[in-house]
């Protein structure tokens, strides 16, 4: 006898879909899985046999059984299988019986304990958007895994706690429980959340944080310890515009395959805000592994990296930190094929300030390699604010969180018309045709950028690098064209540790 489910593999942030082929010939009690899966998914054999006999069913007696996962060349990891399995296994060793048409328009995904209920797996709303690309109108996931599932709209859910709950539900002996659509956001209440009205002094540094955050630009900053790097960093991502829901859905499925899900909470609703240490690897920051799993520029996605003591990071690790800043995606290879993951965000580094002794500076420059540099529009010194300055009860402390916010939210939808018909979203993803094309300069403005070249030796890079932010600053003040005023501002930001 054979029978066929649906299920589905992750292949980096897509879903693919598995045929789960069960048939059973005369034998003696044997079962083999076929199709290339690991060793969770060997392991499956056991999970199946021991949840089922639980159950009080019989598993292969008089019968040799055979699971194909296809299609046989795709590799498959992970005990996601199990249930597909296990169902398979009832069908064709005369169990249970399920309407065709049911087996048809479902798909299964889960991970069996021994007692037959049904454990958390990873890529369910990968699987869920798949579902409704194909028209597969019902998907059963494990009651854990319920409302990641509901996320997607005109896919059926079954979310239940046991595969006998499955079965009674597939039969139509039990209805299914309502599974809730998660409304609230997930870490509105981040405690690590800094207000920049809580901010004291540090003007220059909150002005360039406001233009990053305006034009999407990536930050240096450069200060000595204490001097509120840290601090100004955990501001920035309030400044962010909020995430639309599409959004929301791209990041949650990154946090899916990742296994980073809240369960109480799987849908992302802020941005995301990732420290990285100096002595993590290569592989947790852009991502990898045996199965290709998204690193940390790719949970920033849409959000924002941080990485703190920029001049400790080795200088490989920053290294394939540049290919991802310019594509805004990683593309991981293997042997197996290649995934691609998105990685648009944003970054803000610091580091102590270089000492300009003999030497030292070109031991900085080495380290942060000038294609690195190329990606950072701003970079700003932050200078302590003194002692008494920060005990002093302040009457304000300039702008709060949300008034910045809101200009953020103006020069956003300036540059949402000013790209309408390109597929770039912000200045900071301007080549130099869009430069040349979007950002004319006033006369007064583009002499003293030429002044800077000959005067500062700014290079090419560095000048459209100024460009950039200066259309940003002029953003800001809803100017239609770049004028001198924003280009002297632009200019206070350039990088002057390797120009
Ligand atoms: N401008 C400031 N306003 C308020 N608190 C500040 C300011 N600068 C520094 N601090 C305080 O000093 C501490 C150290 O700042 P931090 O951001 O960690 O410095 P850095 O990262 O530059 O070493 C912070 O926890 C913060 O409480
Ligand atoms: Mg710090």
Known sequence: MLTKLTSFATIGLESERITVEVGSAPGEGKIFIVGLGDMSVQESKQRVRHALRAQGYHFATGLTITVNLAPANLRKAGPRYDLAIALGVLIVNGSIELPENVLESTAFLGELA????????????????????????????????????????????????????VIAILKGEASAAPVSVPASSAGSGDPEMVDFADIRGQEHAKRALEI??????????????????????????????????????????IYSVANLLPPEVPLITSRPFRVVHHTASGVSIVGGGQTPGPGEISLAHRGVLFLDELAEFPAQVLEVLRQPLEDRRITITRAQGSVTFPADFTMIAAMNPPRFTAGSKEHVHRRISAPLLDRIDLTVNVQPVPIADLQRPAKTNGDTTAAVLARVLKARKRQASRFALHTIRTNKEMGVKEI????????????????????????????????????????????????????????????????
């Open 114 to 165: 021994l007692d037959g209920s049904l454990r958390h797996i990873t890529g369910i709303l990968p699987a869920a958007i798949a579902c409704r690309k194909m028209g597969i109108t019902r998907l059963v996931v494990p009651a854990v895994n319920g409302s990641e599932a509901a996320l997607i709209p005109g896919v059926e859910v079954i979310a239940a706690e046991h595969i006998s709950e």
């Open 212 to 253: 990053a955050a305006a034009g999407g630009h990536n930050v240096l900053m450069s200060g000595a310890p204490g001097a509120g790097k840290t601090l100004l960093a955990r501001a920035f991502r309030g400044i962010l515009p909020p995430l639309s829901q599409e959004e929301s859905i791209e990041v949650t499925r």
């Open 436 to 499: 040349d094309a979007l950002c004319p300069l006033k006369a007064d403005a583009q002499s003293l950028l030429s002044q800077a070249v000959d005067r500062m030796g700014l290079s090419a890079r560095g000048y459209h690098r100024a460009i950039k932010v200066a259309r940003t600053i002029a953003d800001l003040a809803d100017a239609e064209h770049i004028g001198i005023e924003h280009v002297a501002e632009a200019l206070q930001y350039r990088q002057n540790i390797d120009e």
